[in-house]
């Protein structure tokens, strides 16, 4: 392909991507294929000879786009979104035409200086210390991962790192039994033994309680355990359950603990006055990670890290072969040495024409709008005699069943929700997912979708009654 018929292609792509995002809720929302129907329509091996793009083109939309589930369709309402928006597209755009590897201050000084600015704006944003320094992380799996691994090193003095863990002592890492399964997985592969991950109970909101943690800290003293990280949830993966992160943040104070904060989905509505109380006790805390790619309109991969101390971050991960030397070193921040990867994509330039396009005002308005249409849909269900909350909804995640008069074991309405949950995602007209909180099987539905509007919550709560209704016949 030459440059000419690059641009051909490219504005016809260009129409392609307004129309599809135009009409994106006219698509069934979760892809209605069954396992190796994709794959079955493809070839057994690579083309020998290059083959036409209006070729391929038409493959796409008639293999892949079937096979894709439209995560950008306002009509998603199950796990937590992985919201986009114009500016960020367009930004993803031009990050994909650079096509820039951003390892190192030198290899692109625009987007090592650009993400050093628009974290500090995203930090002042939601209430991080103006002291703490950001950057940008692939996910939130990988931020916690990098939180546990600088904890480690710091409690150790940097020998974990140095020898291998054999003759370090048996650190314990403690968090709510409700923590999203990256925590385990990071306690996992940071080499602290899974078994030293240690559940802490949680209340009847699904929130840790404080002084489970403080027992639990000083039994593991008592039993010869290093106690060496908490991490708490700002928003539950199951239910957006929010730790008393003070009464944490002032019990790792007094034991010396790291206290990571993982706000993935929740912490983007710090940006709306009424919840920044919810992060009070911050300053005693280590590190925060939230992920713009879930709720702030910027596309999937954007999670923003937030630290204290960046000097420990670095001093875990840096390392300076000859060939990634050079003269600004002392001047600059080189992100390679602030996480796992060397290479990296330029992700701050999505996120600063988010941060701009929208302005904060926009930000807050279009949260507090999602969060508005969750508490109406929190109304309904209230007062609905055959629907029930099983969790509060403190943003815009609901998590509900059906619960028909009369019909109490416990086994038939968790069957009964299942097989309603899979009705409604067979529709292709709504698409929810599902949890267990306190034993039960619980729907979850997250209002949250960049474009979503009250028609399209009405339309989904019309069908699930319907659906309902229906079932009981069967
Ligand atoms: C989504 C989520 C994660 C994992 O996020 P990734 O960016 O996909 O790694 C971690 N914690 C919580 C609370 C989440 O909701």
Same mark, same amino acid.
């Given at each position: ?47 020998? @000879? ?36 114009? +500016? ?72 974990? /790192? ?9 650190? @314990? ?159 600059? /921040? ?21 941060? @701009? ?38 943003? /815009? ?6 619960? +028909? ?11 009964? /929700? ?25 729907? @979850? ?30």
């Amino acid at each position: 392909m030459n440059n000419e018929e690059f641009r051909r292609q490219a504005h016809q792509f260009v129409d392609w991507m307004a129309d599809y995002l135009a009409t994106v809720e006219d698509y069934p929302v979760r892809a209605q294929v069954q396992p190796g129907d994709v794959r079955d329509q493809l070839p057994a091996a690579a083309p020998e @000879r290059g083959e036409a793009m209006d070729d391929i083109f038409r493959d796409f939309q008639e293999i892949i786009l079937p096979g894709m589930t439209h995560w950008q369709s306002p009509h998603f309402f199950a796990y937590f979104p992985a919201n986009g928006s114009y +500016p960020s597209l367009l930004a993803e755009m031009l990050t994909a035409t650079l096509g820039a590897q951003c390892m190192i201050w030198e290899t692109s000084p625009a987007a090592a200086e650009l993400e050093e600015q628009v974290m500090k704006w995203l930090g002042q944003l939601i209430g991080i210390p103006d002291s703490w320094s950001g950057v940008i992380q692939s996910t939130a799996s990988d931020a916690t991962l990098v939180a546990l691994l600088t904890a480690r090193e710091r409690a150790s003095d940097f020998q974990y /790192n140095a020898q291998g863990g054999a003759s370090q002592p048996r650190y @314990r890492v403690y968090g709510s039994a409700e923590l999203h399964s990256s925590i385990e997985k990071a306690v996992k592969i940071a080499g602290l033994g899974r078994e030293n991950y240690v559940k802490i109970p949680v209340d009847e909101h699904f929130a840790m309680r404080p002084e489970a943690l403080a027992v639990a800290i000083h039994d593991d003293r008592m039993n010869g355990y290093t106690p060496l990280a908490v991490v708490a949830a700002l928003g539950t993966t199951s239910s957006t359950a929010v730790d008393p992160i003070s009464l944490i943040a002032d019990i790792c104070t007094e034991e010396d603990l790291w206290l990571h904060i993982d706000a993935a989905y929740a912490g983007s509505a710090l940006i709306l006055p009424q919840y920044r109380d919810l992060i009070r006790g911050i300053e005693q805390a280590d590190s925060f990670v939230f992920n713009p790619h879930k709720w702030l309109f910027t596309h999937f991969d954007c999670s923003a890290y937030f630290v204290r101390n960046h000097g420990h971050l670095i001093r875990t991960f840096e390392i300076s072969p000859e060939y990634l030397k050079t003269q600004a070193d002392a001047q600059v /921040n080189n992100y390679r040495d602030w996480g796992v990867p060397l290479g990296r994509r330029f992700r701050a330039l999505k996120l600063w024409f988010v941060l @701009r396009s929208f302005g904060a005002e926009g930000l807050r308005q279009r949260l507090q709008h999602h969060i508005d249409l969750a508490q109406g849909l929190v109304r309904e269900i209230d007062a609905h005699p055959d629907f029930e909350r099983l969790a509060p909804a403190p943003f /815009n995640l609901i998590c509900f069943r059906y619960h +028909p008069r009369g019909l109490d074991d416990p086994a038939t309405l968790d069957a009964l /929700n299942a097989r309603l949950l899979a009705e409604l995602n067979a529709s292709g007209q709504l698409y929810l997912t599902h949890t267990r909180l306190a034993g039960n099987y619980v729907m @979850r539905l997250v209002i949250g979708q960049t474009e979503v509007q009250q028609r399209h919550v009405d339309a989904a709560w019309e069908r699930i009654q319907k659906t309902a209704a229906n079932l009981e016949q069967a």
